[in-house]
């Protein structure tokens, strides 16, 4: 009974979450366009590499190709001490305003503090070597500076030529991380600056340093440290940049786990940013996060716990007719009923399905997505809790045991 009464409870409370958010966007949809530019300011982009010589090249080519005044626009690559030939690759592309540079490996956070010493301009932006930008991204994110409060913009993220069903899946969670971008701009309470083109007011990092080398996730903690000084981050939703999802399990498995990990060791280092002083997300963003984590777990372990249940029932009623699986199917159907279609948690469970179909339409819209969504969504809906709590389940007990992860341990360096 317990059981039950806290996946009705969860449920709720994942609704009205939703619910919420949802009416956030709609109240804030006049908001939904970018500022129009005033003036371009001087922006430096840095591309902190490791390893990445099959996709810099790429990444190189699309900063290369911003609409974007090119005397405003200054790109440093930095190699993180690769094994392969990034560094021999991005020397290819010196200029006037591309520099190079190489250095023992030591991870993303000193590569980004490494050009951010060689930097003066009023802008200074981070583009992970397996991303790419829209031609249109920078210019669309630009707007947001002319309001002093704000310390960083961020763009939409989005999977890159998505093939096999794991980057199917993580089409529709960047999807989902777009829209939900975007609603927490308007409540003030974006607490990611992912790497994927990123920009940062530069006097920001010259007052409260640049990214933190002792963290997981830099771009994590950076967030928290602007919402901690109670300065702004904005979202641009239809500046585009794309990524390179993990194409394998263990690829996958290794990014989720220094997420995670980050994510724990930041919200305790900043766990000051819970409760009514830092607004809409100490007091709802932020708890609501922790609320879906536990909801996930206990989910994850109910389902499993009603799978064995059934497993074992059906084990038992082959018994009763010697094995024989014609006659257990017979049986089966003749104890068929579809009551289940009139519980609650049935009912609440088809609307939050038909409400995320909303909001992942909504997110399309929004961000100029233009490929179809049907079969990575199914994929999602079947596959993505799993996969999510089960992750979270790994976070916990790596944590517990104090198990090392570090940069470049995924498919890229997002």
Not at 23 to 29: A, C, D, I, R, S
Not at 90 to 104: D, E, H, I, W
Not at 292 to 309: D, E, H
Request: include cysteine; charge should be positive.
């Amino acid at each position: 009974m317990l059981w039950e009464v806290f996946i009705y409870v969860a449920t709720y409370v994942g609704l009205f979450t939703g619910v919420f958010f949802f009416y956030t966007f709609l109240e804030n949809k006049q908001y939904l366009q970018n500022p129009k530019i005033k003036r371009f300011y001087d922006v430096s982009i840095i591309i902190p590499a490791y390893n990445e010589s099959m996709t810099i090249a790429r990444t190189i080519k699309s900063l290369l190709k911003l609409d974007y005044p090119k005397d405003k626009l200054k790109i440093i690559i930095v190699d993180d001490g690769s094994k392969d030939n990034t560094y021999e690759i991005a020397k290819r592309y010196l200029s006037k305003n591309v520099s190079v540079f190489t250095k023992p490996n030591s991870g993303k956070a000193r590569s980004l503090n490494f050009a951010l010493e060689k930097i003066d301009t009023e802008l200074v932006g981070c583009l992970d070597a397996d991303s790419y930008a829209d031609k249109f991204s920078l210019k669309k994110m630009i707007g947001y500076f002319d309001n002093g409060n704000v310390m960083a913009v961020v763009p939409s993220i989005k999977i890159s030529n998505a093939k096999g069903v794991l980057q199917q899946i993580q089409k529709i969670e960047y999807l989902f991380a777009v829209y939900l971008k975007k609603v927490f701009s308007y409540l003030k309470s974006v607490y990611i600056a992912p790497g994927p083109l990123s920009i940062y007011r530069k006097s920001f990092l010259d007052k409260y340093g640049g990214w933190d080398e002792n963290t997981l996730t830099e771009d994590l903690e950076l967030a928290l440290r602007i919402q901690s000084k109670n300065f702004l981050i904005e979202n641009s939703v239809d500046a585009n940049v794309y990524t390179v999802g993990p194409k394998n399990f263990k690829q996958l498995f290794n990014q989720r786990m220094r997420w995670y990990l980050g994510l724990m060791s930041n919200l305790l280092k900043y766990k000051s940013l819970f409760g009514k002083k830092y607004g809409d997300l100490g007091i709802f963003v932020l708890p609501s996060s922790f609320v879906f984590i536990c909801f996930s777990i206990f989910a994850f372990f109910y389902l499993l716990r009603g799978f064995f249940r059934s497993f074992f029932d059906w084990v038992h009623n082959l018994s009763v007719v010697n094995f024989e699986f014609l006659s257990f199917v017979k049986m089966e159907l003749e104890y068929l009923n579809f009551n289940f279609i009139y519980s609650p948690f049935f009912i609440l469970t088809v609307i939050a399905i038909m409400f995320s179909v909303v909001v992942i339409y909504i997110a399309k819209v929004c961000s100029n997505e233009k490929t179809s969504m049907v079969i990575p969504y199914l994929l999602y809906l079947f596959m993505y809790w799993i996969l999510f709590a089960f992750f979270w389940l790994m976070a916990g007990i790596y944590k517990l045991l104090s198990f090392d992860v570090k940069w470049g341990e995924t498919s890229g360096s997002a």
